[in-house]
C-alpha cells in the first residue's frame, strides 16, 4: 500500500467504519450461553470474527448468515470438535475461549496463524490453571496450539495484576460455566463482557474493581443486538483529522462506552476539537462523534491505558505530529499484541525521522519535526500498518504486507479514499 501527502483537507461524513469487533466477538460467544435463537445485526464481516463465527458452528450452533445479518442458535451443549479450532490472527478469539473452554467437559485444541502462534498466551493461561483449568501447549503453554482439558472448575478467587478485558472476561466464562468466581483488577478494564452477560441474564454484581460471577442455573437469554461502529477503528480517521489543516470528519453510528473512547478525550487534550452526539442506548451507548482539526500540542499519558490498548499505535502518531515532547507510560501490555507494539512503533517513527524513543512500558516521542516518507514493515500488525498509513497523509508512505489489515478492516483504503486521500493498494 502506498499513501500519498495530502495536499488538500479531509472532509467526509463517514458510516461505513467496520462493525465494533469486540462487541461482535463477544455476541457469537456469548450466544452459546443461551439455548434460543440470538439475532445480531450489523455483525463485524472480517476474517478475525468470521473466524470466531467458525469456531461457534463447530462447536455445535446452527449459524445462518445473510450479510451482517447473524442467526445463531445452540443445539444442545457445547459439543467436543474433530479437529482444531482455527482462529486466524485473532488473539480475541483464542483467549475468550481459552476461558470458556476450560470450563466445558472435552478436548479441545486452538490454533491460529504464524503469527498468533508466536504470541504469548500464558496471560490467559497462567490464570486459568491457578483457578484448576488443565491446559497444555507449546514453550510451557505459552503458545499456540493450545490444548485444553475442560471440566466445570470449583470456585475460585482470583486477583489479576493486569487490567485486561480479555483476561476478565475469560475468567467470568470459566466461573459462568462453574461453579462462580470472585475477580478484581487493578483498574476498570473495558466493560462490554459483564454488560452484556448481565443483560442476557447472567448474575454478575460489581463494586469498584471487583466483580462476583454466580453460576448458570439456567441458560441465558439469546441476544438481539445491533452491533454499533468501532470507534477503535474509527480512531485512525480522528489521528487524520487533527493533523491535516482544515480537515473536518463525522463518524457515524459510533459506540461511546467512556472505556472505548479515551483515545478521543487524549486528543482533546492535545487540541483536537472532538464533540459527542448520542443518538441511541440499548446493550451500549451508540452516537456520533464529530473531528474538526487543530494544532496539536504535547501530552504525557499514564492513566486509563487498558481503555485505549488498541489506539496507541494511532496515538504514537499524533505525537509525532504535535509540537513538544509526548510520553505513554504504563502500556507494557503492548508489547505483547499482535507484534511489540512498542519497538516497532519506534523502529518506524525513527525510519521517518521522528525523534523516538522506546520506555520499559511505552514511548516518548518529540513531535513537529520535519518528516520524510520511509518504507514500513508492520509485523503482521494491523494497527502497525494503519497507524503508518494515516502519518503517511503527512509525509507519503510504503506499506509493506498490507493484507494483514483485512484481518479487522476490510474496508480501511476505500474510506480513506472516500475521505479525499490519495492511495494505491
Known sequence: MRIFAQKSPLNAEISNIGSDKSISHRSAIFALLSDRTSKISNFLLAEDTLNTLKIVEALGAEVKRVGAEIEITPKGAIKEPNMPLECGNSGTTIRLFMGLLSSVKGFFVLSGDKYLNERPMRRIGGPLSKVGAKIYGRDNANKAPIAIEGNRLEYFEFDSKISSAQVKTAMILAALNSNGCKFSEPELSRDHSEKMLKAMGADISTNGLELRVEPLRAPLKPLEIFVPNDPSSAFYYAVAASIIPGSHIVLKNMLLNKTRIEAYEILKKMGAKISYKKTDEIYEEIGDIEISYAPLHAVDVSENIPWMIDEAPALAVAFACAQGKSTLKNAKELRVKECDRIAVMVEGLKACGVAASELED??????????????????????????????????????EDAKCIATSFPNFSEILKQIGASVED
Open 362 to 399: 511505552g514511548f516518548e516521542i518529540m513531535g513537529g519535526g520535519e518528516m520524510s516518507p520511509a518504507i514500513i514493515t508492520p509485523h503482521g500488525d494491523h494497527r502497525i500498518a494503519m497507524s503508518f498509513a494515516i502519518l503517511g497523509l503527512k509525509c507519503g508512505m510504503m506499506i
